[in-house]
């Protein structure tokens, strides 16, 4: 039974209204269509306006009020509409992309207000060409049954004021209607027969086990501060922490929460403290099949209660997304999209670096740009990817690469000037082409919207080496590993700090960090090198000349031959005095005592 509408928009064979969107099918009856909440409320806002320009910040604003999210994220759902309504249809897009700007419904539409008289009859014509208005549906006065020149209703400057007042009381609305919003979330349209978005999580309220009741605020937080650290990956659609705390106390059904909330998957975990001791159980549900997908613990030692908090909740974070990238990936689909390659890009990316790896995902990005050539989210990934394979030395063609990267770069914070993203991505293009002094501004962009982001912390350490600042960088990584412990490029990491414990002349530390990246990768020519030197520098010449070898062995651009070769590397390495005095003491020396020839 459809909700009696305060409106009521009529356009091809689609019906628009609280209730959600519908189409007639071939016996004129209208079937529910599985759309999300947020592209639901993206169609409301063009199609009351058809044929006018719509702003993509002015979008943004009404559907995610007051909310930071990745620019991403309108194009995805744009996406997800034009796959339901231009099914069919022969004459291109019903919304028109304005690049750079916004969004445009060129579609004739009717739109039907709160004041008309029901109709109690089957649907007919007017006899007149009018609309055909369905049974139960208020029929439109002649005055409001027009689809285009002026929009009837409320005039556009009373209408944006009224926005900003619900913008303004949203908050306030929130803490007065948790009833409201428990019934809301039953309404027809998102009751399992609308397809939960791809990534949509909630994350229920932590059950606190300690001894002290009191200690529920600590639970409560870990909750709070993973919703937010959650809503910050892209495409990740995150229910509030308000809707999600009315579960608390009650028993958990997963399959009933998945479908009251509209989501794939249910977070839950529990805090016990016991002494300066803390444990935090967390389990991924796929909430459809009610089946534990992942699940980890994490324990730590308490001092700083905050800093311990926040490292645990990004910690889950950090794993969590990668987890539910891969899956996302690993869903079977007929006729994937653009978002479909996304994920799937995404997912290869998680895999060890080698050129068939990069090979791999900048193949899958290119195939989601060619889906959708606007797509600010596969231009940024594109760039990022390209950029790099050129930082990580596995490009066969560096030039090109960071030329096309810098190109998409910048095509994609046009179209998205405040995706945390397409900055990372900048900044990731200005590093590779040795401008590490701009990109530490873009990264600390990025940084300072989410703190918890483990490979920005060490794309900043190995720009603050390049420009200097040699003592920060172990402590940046360091605190990346605490955030990100199975990270899959960890062993960069390690081999970052070993690299700078070389240049510091901590060979035995060295040595230790080196190791662990050489097992972590044994296939990296890199990690050899640097063995090699720290192995001179100690004087176990025997082992310094066999990783020298071995790293030769694994070396297809024979770029180990001497050390003028090396020293003719372009590099940022070359651009600091302090820097390069460090390696000429150290790396260079550690390679002659290993038989590597000085021309």
Request: with cysteine; net charge neutral.
């Amino acid at each position: 039974m459809d909700v009696p509408a305060a409106d009521l928009f009529l356009f091809e064979d689609f019906r628009l209204n609280r209730s959600g969107l519908a189409r007639r099918d071939q016996n004129g009856a209208f079937v529910p269509v599985p759309v999300g909440s947020r592209a639901l409320e993206i169609l409301r806002v063009i199609v009351e306006r058809p044929g006018d320009l719509v702003g993509r910040d002015e979008i943004m604003d009404v559907v995610w009020p007051g909310t930071v999210v990745e620019n991403s994220n309108l194009p995805v759902q744009i996406a997800a509409l034009r796959r339901v309504l231009d099914d069919g249809r022969a004459d291109g897009s019903c919304i028109q992309t304005v690049p750079g700007r916004g969004y445009r419904f060129v579609g004739a539409v009717t739109h039907v207000g709160p004041s008309a008289p029901p109709i109690t009859g089957p649907p007919s014509g007017d006899g007149a060409g009018g609309p055909v208005v369905p049974q139960g549906e208020p029929q439109a006065p002649p005055a409001l049954s027009q689809s285009g020149g002026t929009r009837m209703g409320l005039p556009r400057r009373l209408r944006r004021f009224s926005r900003g007042l619900l913008a303004t009381f949203a908050g306030g609305l929130c803490l007065l209607g948790v009833a409201f919003m428990t019934s809301y979330w039953h309404l027809p349209w998102s009751t399992g027969v609308f397809s939960p978005p791809r990534l949509s999580i909630v994350v229920l309220p932590f059950a606190n086990l300690s001894a002290d009741p009191d200690q529920q605020y600590f639970s409560d937080g870990i909750t709070d501060d993973l919703t937010t650290d959650l809503s910050r990956i892209a495409h990740m659609f995150v229910i509030s922490r308000n809707t999600a705390f009315t579960y608390r106390a009650k028993p958990v059904d997963t399959k009933r929460i998945g479908r009251e909330l509209g989501v794939r998957y249910v977070l839950e975990g529990s805090v016990r403290r016991s002494g300066e001791e803390v444990r935090v159980n967390v389990q991924l549900i796929d909430a459809e099949a009610d089946a534990h997908l992942w699940a980890e613990r994490f324990d730590s030692n308490l001092g700083d209660l905050f800093r311990v908090q926040n490292e645990i909740t990004g910690r889950i974070a950090n794993e969590l997304g990668v987890e539910l990238v891969a899956r996302e990936a690993a869903r079977p689909t007929d006729h994937p999209d653009a978002l479909d390659y996304i994920f799937r890009g995404r997912a290869a990316s998680q895999k060890p670096p080698t050129p068939d790896s990069y090979a791999e995902a900048i193949g899958f990005f290119e195939r989601a740009l060619l889906l959708d050539p606007q797509s600010a989210e596969a231009q940024s990934r594109l760039a990022g990817k390209l950029a790099t394979r050129v930082l990580n030395g596995m490009s066969t063609s560096p030039a090109a690469d960071i030329a096309r990267a810098e190109t998409l770069a910048a095509q994609a914070l046009a179209t998205a000037p405040r995706s945390l993203f397409a900055h990372y991505v900048k900044a990731q293009v200005l590093r590779a082409q040795q401008r590490c002094d701009e990109a530490i501004p873009e990264y600390e962009t990025v940084i300072s919207s989410n703190p918890n982001d483990a490979a920005i912390l060490v794309a900043i350490a190995q720009c603050k080496l390049f420009t200097g600042a040699i003592d920060e960088v172990i402590p940046l990584v360091k605190q990346a590993m605490r955030l990100s412990p199975r990270e899959p490029h960890i062993f960069w990491w390690y081999f970052e700090c070993g690299r700078v414990f070389l240049l510091r002349s901590h060979t035995d530390e060295a040595i230790l960090w080196l190791e662990k990246a050489r097992s972590a990768n044994p296939a990296h020519p890199w990690t050899y090198i640097f063995l090699a030197s720290a192995y001179g520098l100690k004087g176990e010449t025997d082992r310094a000349a066999a990783e020298l070898a071995e790293a030769r062995r694994l070396d297809a651009e024979h770029l180990f031959s001497s050390i003028a070769r090396l020293k003719a590397l372009p590099g940022p390495w070359r651009e600091v005095p302090k820097i390069r005095d460090l390696y000429d003491a150290t790396y260079f020396s550690g390679l002659r005592k290993a038989g590597m020839p000085e021309d």
